[in-house]
């Protein structure tokens, strides 16, 4: 007799017993051993539980611990990255105290009030967010990201806050899932709109923490809703506008893959985003290629700058006497800000993806208009 908390194929094992343990750490060493960079491990909060019909329930996070140590022991490089839907409090847990248990954890509460900003243009609920997970051990990290190959959960807004986002981003029931989730890719997610599709990524790159992509997100993939459940977001790559998209030879893949006339593989792959300047792709090099030359968003302190216009995100980053400023408009009107030249320590803003470099006037402000759906990096 099992337990099972999703599927009733799927039991739950009994992680308190010592021998379950044991081959847990066997299962992580044959694939350390094949050459895995790490595990992203599903759903911790249930891993680490104990379980049986008269048990209180309770965590063990030592778990975590033992599996960290047997991790680095194995293999120094490797990462473990968590899964964890749970307060921001409770989130330290997980991380420990001196950051020993898990390295990364996907951020949660990052991402649901993201996805609120995105379909509202109320940047209030994110800040907060932001705020909550400003604190973690200083040999850990936040994970960000936009979509996974799961559901967009939203089980922890407000009912009223997860009205607005259905209504914007996932308004027909069979874009819904589990009554808390929305079960589309980005790009539909957004209308397949260029301007807002940058942002978000531009959002993304430029959070505190590790920036994480979901296959397929950087050429604007679609979803097939004709599947069940999470299989909707699950189709295969598309590589090329070959048969199967390049993705397999075989007469019948798998899962299918998507076709229709706006986002199926002939019209949406690699192969021809590679060679368009101006494709989602190249675009995307280009911010990653930026994003990685920018350790002051690495490796430097934060805040948020207040401006005038509500729905403009303003982000300071401050490492080794360089900062970076980090803008995003998140209306569909533009939106003009400024910002006191001491805030930023210099008169000078330099743009790193465009040449708008901006300086400040004579009563010590730069002052910057922002597109629609706007967006800026600049250093002083």
Same mark, same amino acid.
């Not at 965590?59 to 599996?67: A, F, R, T, V």
């Not at 960290?68 to 022991?73: E, G, P």
């Not at 729905?311 to 900062?323: F, I, Q, S």
């Not at 995003?328 to 930023?344: D, E, G």
């Given at each position: 007799?099992?337990?099972?908390?999703f599927?009733p194929?799927?039991?739950d094992?009994?992680?308190?017993?010592?021998?379950? @343990?044991?081959?847990i750490? @066997?299962? %992580?060493?044959?694939?350390?051993?094949?050459?895995?960079?790490?595990?992203?491990?599903d759903?911790?909060?249930f891993?680490?539980?104990?379980?049986?019909?008269?048990?209180?329930?309770?965590?063990?996070?030592?778990?975590?611990?033992q599996m960290?140590?047997?991790?680095?022991?194995?293999?120094?490089?490797?990462?473990?990255?968590?899964?964890?839907?749970? =307060?921001?409090?409770?989130? #330290?847990?997980?991380?420990?105290?001196?950051?020993? @248990?898990?390295?990364?954890?996907?951020?949660?509460?990052?991402?649901q009030?993201?996805? +609120?900003a995105?379909?509202?243009?109320? *940047?209030?609920?994110l800040?907060?967010a932001?705020?909550?997970?400003?604190?973690?051990?200083?040999?850990?990290?936040?994970?960000?990201?936009?979509?996974?190959?799961?559901?967009?959960?939203?089980?922890?807004?407000?009912?009223?806050q997860?009205s607005?986002? $259905?209504?914007a981003? &996932?308004?027909?029931?069979?874009?819904?899932? +589990?009554?808390? &989730? *929305?079960?589309?890719?980005?790009?539909?997610?957004?209308?397949?709109?260029?301007? /807002?599709?940058?942002?978000? $990524?531009?959002? #993304?790159?430029?959070?505190?923490?590790?920036?994480?992509?979901?296959?397929?997100?950087?050429? &604007?993939?679609?979803?097939?809703?004709?599947? =069940?459940?999470?299989?909707?977001?699950?189709?295969?790559?598309?590589?090329?506008?070959?048969p199967?998209?390049? $993705?397999?030879?075989?007469?019948?893949?798998?899962r299918?893959?998507?076709?229709?006339?706006? +986002?199926?593989?002939q019209?949406?792959?690699?192969?021809?985003?590679?060679?368009?300047?101006?494709?989602?792709?190249?675009w995307?090099?280009?911010? *990653?290629?930026?994003?990685?030359?920018?350790?002051?968003?690495?490796? &430097?302190?934060?805040?948020?700058?207040?401006?005038?216009?509500?729905?403009?995100l303003? %982000?300071?980053?401050?490492?080794?006497?360089?900062?970076?400023?980090?803008?995003?408009?998140?209306?569909?009107?533009?939106?003009?800000i400024? #910002?006191?030249? /001491?805030?930023?320590?210099?008169?000078?803003l330099?743009?790193?993806l465009?040449?708008?470099?901006? @300086?400040?006037?004579?009563?010590g402000?730069?002052?910057?208009?922002?597109?629609? +759906?706007?967006?800026?990096?600049?250093?002083?």
């Amino acid at each position: 007799y099992y337990f099972h908390r999703f599927y009733p194929f799927q039991a739950d094992l009994d992680t308190m017993n010592p021998a379950v @343990r044991r081959e847990i750490m @066997r299962v %992580m060493g044959y694939w350390l051993q094949l050459g895995v960079a790490g595990f992203r491990m599903d759903a911790v909060p249930f891993l680490i539980s104990q379980k049986g019909a008269e048990v209180q329930p309770k965590k063990d996070y030592e778990l975590l611990h033992q599996m960290r140590d047997f991790l680095q022991w194995r293999r120094r490089d490797a990462v473990m990255l968590t899964e964890a839907n749970v =307060p921001a409090d409770e989130s #330290l847990e997980y991380f420990g105290e001196l950051g020993d @248990r898990v390295q990364m954890m996907l951020n949660f509460p990052v991402n649901q009030r993201l996805f +609120y900003a995105l379909a509202t243009a109320d *940047i209030k609920p994110l800040v907060q967010a932001l705020k909550a997970t400003y604190r973690r051990p200083y040999a850990a990290q936040w994970v960000n990201f936009l979509r996974s190959h799961d559901e967009l959960d939203l089980g922890r807004l407000s009912e009223a806050q997860r009205s607005r986002v $259905f209504d914007a981003l &996932g308004p027909e029931p069979r874009m819904q899932l +589990y009554h808390r &989730g *929305i079960r589309r890719r980005l790009a539909p997610m957004l209308d397949n709109d260029r301007r /807002r599709l940058e942002l978000a $990524f531009s959002l #993304l790159f430029t959070l505190p923490g590790t920036p994480m992509l979901q296959y397929g997100d950087e050429i &604007g993939m679609g979803e097939d809703l004709s599947l =069940p459940e999470r299989e909707s977001a699950r189709t295969p790559m598309q590589w090329s506008a070959d048969p199967n998209g390049g $993705f397999t030879t075989a007469r019948r893949p798998v899962r299918p893959l998507v076709s229709d006339p706006i +986002y199926g593989y002939q019209r949406v792959n690699v192969e021809a985003q590679r060679r368009d300047p101006a494709s989602m792709l190249n675009w995307m090099e280009r911010a *990653i290629r930026m994003r990685r030359e920018c350790p002051e968003i690495s490796w &430097g302190d934060w805040e948020v700058l207040s401006t005038e216009a509500r729905e403009v995100l303003a %982000m300071r980053y401050a490492w080794d006497d360089h900062v970076v400023v980090a803008l995003h408009n998140f209306a569909a009107q533009p939106r003009a800000i400024s #910002l006191q030249a /001491r805030a930023v320590r210099d008169r000078v803003l330099v743009s790193l993806l465009d040449t708008e470099d901006t @300086r400040a006037d004579e009563s010590g402000r730069h002052r910057i208009q922002l597109d629609a +759906y706007g967006y800026r990096w600049s250093r002083a």
